[in-house]
């Protein structure tokens, strides 16, 4: 169960439940990630057997089963009478896969609150009223927060205010510890030379101005060129996706062609 700031999900909305009672014309689901009215445990959401599938349902057990975890959309809240009513045939696999995915990320948001918690002797409720909440109004996703809080914690604890060193450098150590990015990267080799006096000038302007294409190189979003031995010099890229990676070369090689062409240079980029 993930910490959420309201007892019941939004219309619209997609959840993560689990399955806790199957009934011929009903499912009943936990809803984890909601706290519900004060006497239940959490919130409970059901699923008419009409928003099952849109398939002939003869038996729901071929559906869904007890325990299961599955990702459904809200389509109506009372939240006075406790009642969630939810689609599973409204979800496609897509809204599915991202959902869990996110429920991943906010998974790990929370454990690292709690971690802090503990080391701090505060209570996980303390947690996210200090850093928890606060930083995750500034992103759009839990996954962002993420990746926010590990290039830049500490100007986004500044940013929320967080007056406690201590809490602010326990807390910046804890990501720093438990919170790996993923990367790919794209290497190669540029071939470059120029024929006139000052073809030493014309490469250095060539693989400066490449290098600008990305203005604020990052740890997970960087372009590197490096020597190796006169005419060839190396290309990194790094990102966190492979289609922004390739969108960074092509831009680089277009700049670098436009000045081999603008001083009759020769260029090729090899790939490794």
């Not at 807390?171 to 006139?196: A, H, M, R």
């Amino acid at each position: 169960m993930v910490k959420s700031r309201t007892k019941f999900p939004k219309e619209g909305e997609f959840v993560i439940a689990r399955v806790v009672e199957i009934e011929k014309q009903y499912v009943y689901v936990d809803l984890i990630d909601y706290e519900g009215l004060p006497s239940e445990r959490m919130a409970r959401g059901m699923v008419h057997i009409s928003e099952i599938s849109s398939r002939w349902i003869k038996n729901v057990r071929n559906f869904v089963r007890i325990n299961q975890v599955i990702v459904l959309r809200v389509l109506k809240v009372d939240e006075y009478k406790g009642h969630v009513d939810c689609s599973l045939r409204r979800v496609n696999s897509a809204q599915k896969d991202r959902r869990m995915k996110e429920h991943k990320y906010a998974t790990k948001y929370e454990n690292l609150l709690q971690f802090l918690a503990e080391e701090q002797n505060i209570s996980l409720d303390e947690a996210y009223n200090l850093i928890g909440f606060p930083v995750l109004d500034l992103y759009n996703s839990y996954q962002e927060t993420l990746e926010e809080l590990k290039e830049n914690g500490k100007a986004i604890l500044d940013e929320i205010n967080l007056n406690s060193e201590d809490i602010k450098n326990s807390y910046l150590q804890i990501v720093d510890e438990n919170v790996e990015i993923s990367t790919v990267s794209i290497i190669g080799k540029i071939k470059l030379s120029f024929i006139n006096e000052n073809g030493i000038e014309h490469i250095k302007d060539a693989l400066l101005s490449a290098m600008r294409v990305i203005e604020y190189p990052k740890k997970t979003r960087n372009l590197s060129i490096s020597y190796i031995g006169t005419p060839y010099y190396r290309l990194e890229i790094i990102s966190k996706d492979y289609i922004d990676a390739e969108g960074i070369l092509s831009e680089a090689l277009e700049i670098i062609q436009a000045k081999a062409d603008q001083n009759n240079g020769q260029f090729e980029f090899i790939r490794d």
